[in-house]
């Protein structure tokens, strides 16, 4: 067999069975049988010559060989996926953007982006129209792998997050702000300060999320030991502190309470250096959306609530 012998589809199932790391789900993914994605697999191995994925291991890993091929099947897999859309747009096909949000901004950023009259209200405004968006929530290092192997289009991350394939435009910087039980002995302090703040005082989210490191670097990482509490969300950590079981830091686009807490909480500002995060729009740099994402930049940093601080919207290359 020669290399035209292999299918897009037969390249497709490489990058899929990369990003899920596991046979099964790569499957249910592409919405095939496994045996029929291991037969692509296996098909796509024989004709280039080399063993992509190491079977023999007790976990999933990919050889060198594979290390080294898969960025050029990547972008073969990228390259169809600009003629599809190439060919769409001539045609007058609306293809959704494929935005993928960090779970700490998506519940609090989604009502500025899909509210019910958004669209008209910028068509008469002689705005762009609202794009269409299908939006997923995932922790910063599944969307960036969802971003590589080009299940999602972009992504909004907190930035600087550094790969020589990505493009980011920074959009808006977001303070933080400290959520504690009243009574807590720091809201009665005259200058609140992030040196003020102890990791085993805290509650924080689990491992995985951008915000949790974060709040630790904040701590100085010296400041005590491990995290009172841990939790899996934000809204889930209003309710521990709440309860008690610590004080922690909430983003400002995040800092409204549910009924039940109110009232047992206070949410305060920081006067030092004024603890924030960056946001950005993350995309690949080959991807076929390059402008189309510029767009959405924009967009995105025009529905912006006055709460933050919109970035000039240029493009930031990773070093």
């Known amino acids: 067999m020669t290399i035209p012998d292999l299918t897009l589809r037969d390249l497709t199932a490489l990058v899929a069975v990369a990003q899920h790391k596991h046979f099964g789900r790569a499957a249910s993914a592409m919405r095939v049988a496994q045996p029929t994605l291991s037969a692509q697999v296996q098909k796509a191995e024989r004709v280039l010559g080399v063993r992509i994925f190491d079977r023999s291991a007790r976990r999933f890993g990919v050889t060198p060989e594979g290390e080294r091929l898969l960025p050029m099947v990547r972008d073969l897999v990228a390259g169809a996926e ?31 982006l899909l509210g019910p009259d958004r669209q008209s209200v910028e068509n008469r405004r002689g705005r ?11 922790v910063t290092e599944h969307l960036v792998e969802s971003l590589r192997d080009g299940q999602i289009d972009a992504a909004l991350l907190s930035i600087p997050v550094r790969f020589d394939w990505m493009e980011t435009i920074a ?5 933080f702000r400290l959520i504690a039980q009243r009574g807590c002995s720091l ?41 009172r509490v841990i939790t899996t969300s934000l809204e889930t950590l209003k309710h521990v502190v709440a309860s008690g079981g610590g ?5 400002q686009l995040a800092t409204e309470l549910p009924e039940a807490v109110r009232g047992l909480v206070e949410v305060r500002a920081f006067e030092d250096r004024k603890p924030r995060r960056r946001i950005g729009l993350c995309f690949r740099k080959s991807s076929a959306r390059s402008e189309e994402m510029r767009g959405l930049a924009g967009w995105i940093a025009s529905r912006l609530p006055a709460s933050v601080s919109v970035l000039a919207t240029e493009r930031r290359h990773a070093p």
Request: with cysteine; hydrophobic share 35%.
């Open 247 to 251: 004080y922690s830091l909430i983003p």
């Open 128 to 138: 762009p129209p609202q794009p269409a968006l299908l939006l997923s929530e995932q």
């Open 171 to 175: 959009l808006f910087d977001e303070p």
């Open 82 to 112: 600009r003629l599809g859309l190439s060919a769409g747009a001539r045609g007058g096909v609306r293809t959704p953007i494929r935005l993928g949000i960090i779970p700490t901004l998506g519940p609090y950023l989604a009502p500025y």
């Open 187 to 227: 809201l009665n302090r005259a200058h609140l300060t992030s040196a003020c703040l102890s990791a085993e005082e805290m509650v924080l989210l689990d491992e995985g999320h951008c915000l949790r490191e974060q709040s630790l670097d904040l701590c100085g990482r010296r400041r005590g030991g491990s995290p």
